[in-house]
């Protein structure tokens, strides 16, 4: 079975689709922090940025806190349900 847990890290689609309840909490939570700390960067700076750098920073920090999310989900996901599926079809052709 550690030939397909390594091919499921590997593809980020079943990592990101198949994360656990607790991973994407983990996920959710740093989102938020991650979003206070940008609120808070946005209110110190707001005054010294220009209109432009304001709309830069702020696509650069989406991306960033996304990546970051998505990231968290990764590491924290398992492979388990991919052993679960291959039980049930293993039951069902037997």
Request: hydrophobic content about 35%; overall charge positive; glycine content about 2%.
């Amino acid at each position: 079975m550690d030939h397909l847990c390594r091919f499921h890290t590997v593809k980020e689609v079943f990592l990101l689709k198949q994360a656990s309840k607790k991973a994407k909490a983990k996920a959710n939570a740093l989102g938020m922090e991650l979003m206070q700390k940008k609120m808070i960067d946005e209110k110190t700076n707001a005054e010294t940025w220009t209109p432009s750098k304001m709309r830069h920073e702020m696509k650069a920090s989406r991306k960033y806190i996304s990546r970051k999310v998505d990231m968290s989900k990764e590491l924290h996901g398992d492979c388990n349900f991919l052993k679960i599926n291959l039980i049930s079809v293993d039951n069902r052709s037997v």
